[in-house]
């Protein structure tokens, strides 16, 4: 099923499937709370990285699709402890959710890297004063664009 322009989503990075030639270096999750990301991606994470990728796909004209998982959760918790788990984010998203509603990434970026950048420099201008969380955020954003180009080399504009 394809994902509606300017919709947004989630995206675990433990199941998934994507260009990393066009999209690679969108796949970072950047905005990590304290205790999370020991053992795997956490919620926060999944969150903040799929917002991520479907603003920068629609900007570079990139489909996005979903269907359901190859990998089912058959575990059941206990919702008041997982609402304390993610309390933080919960909060958070109160922030994030119309922050990436509201990006408009210039005709400039035209590679996932360019973008990224873009978003990182957002992030720290409009979130980064409300929480040193988005602050941190943004520079390992920076970082990872810088680390991607350094050892993965640059990626391809859609449609060259």
Not at 19 to 43: H, M, N, Q, S, Y
Request: hydrophobic share 45%; aromatic share 8%.
């Amino acid at each position: 099923m394809t994902v509606p322009f300017k919709a947004l989503m989630p995206v675990s990075g433990i199941n998934m499937g994507f260009d990393r030639e066009l999209v690679g270096p969108v796949l970072i999750p950047g905005l990590r709370l304290a205790g999370e990301g020991k053992f795997r991606w956490e919620t926060m994470e999944d969150i903040w990285c799929g917002l991520c990728v479907k603003v920068i796909c629609d900007h570079l004209g990139l489909g996005v699709k979903s269907g359901l998982p190859y990998v089912w959760r058959n575990e059941r918790g206990n919702a008041i402890e997982s609402l304390r788990k993610e309390w933080e984010g919960v909060k958070l998203m109160e922030e994030v959710v119309p922050f990436f509603q509201s990006v408009r990434l210039p005709r400039s970026a035209v590679t996932a890297e360019d973008c990224v950048v873009e978003i990182a420099s957002l992030v720290k201008e409009r979130l980064g004063p409300l929480d040193p969380v988005f602050a941190r955020a943004a520079d390992a954003m920076a970082q990872w664009v810088k680390l991607w180009k350094d050892n993965c080399g640059s990626s391809s504009s859609p449609g060259a």
